[in-house]
Nanobody, 126 residues
Framework: QVHLAESGGGSVQPGGSLRLSCTAS???????MGWYRQATGKEGEGVAV????????FYSDSVTGRFTITQDTDKNAFYLQMNSLKPDDGAMYYC????????????????????WGQGTQVTVSS
């Protein structure tokens, strides 16, 4: 069992930035970890995934070029740097994993990942 805990959410204006953190207790090496978001009244969306073994990443089209997922294996943590935030980025963000090895389609399967944090709220408004 892997326990995940997110932090770093908050309220920002459009164009602003936030950095979300996810700390893990338990084994997450050699696996795929990711970020998923759920906005009220909208379908959930896999945002980004990272392969812990080599740091390779995949992103949803909606955040490519604006969000960056990174990891710190020494701290057993991974992060989501979110730049140029838009109102549509407002949602509850969850970290999830571990599961296998990331492929591009892993973004679409994030909702099946076995362990989830409690979520951190991101609000983007002027």
């Amino acid at each position: 069992q892997v326990h995940l805990a997110e932090s770093g959410g908050g309220s920002v204006q459009p164009g602003g930035s936030l950095r979300l953190s996810c700390t893990a207790s338990g084994y997450i090496y050699n696996s795929c970890m990711g970020w998923y978001r759920q906005a009220t009244g909208k379908e959930g969306e896999g945002v980004a995934v990272v392969n812990s073994v080599d740091g390779s990443t995949f992103y949803s089209d909606s955040v490519t070029g604006r969000f960056t997922i990174t990891q710190d294996t020494d701290k057993n943590a991974f992060y989501l740097q979110m730049n140029s935030l838009k109102p549509d980025d407002g949602a509850m963000y969850y970290c999830a994993g571990p599961r296998g090895s990331c492929q591009r389609y892993s973004i679409l399967l994030l909702y099946k990942f076995p362990n989830w944090g409690q979520g951190t709220q991101v609000t983007v408004s002027s």
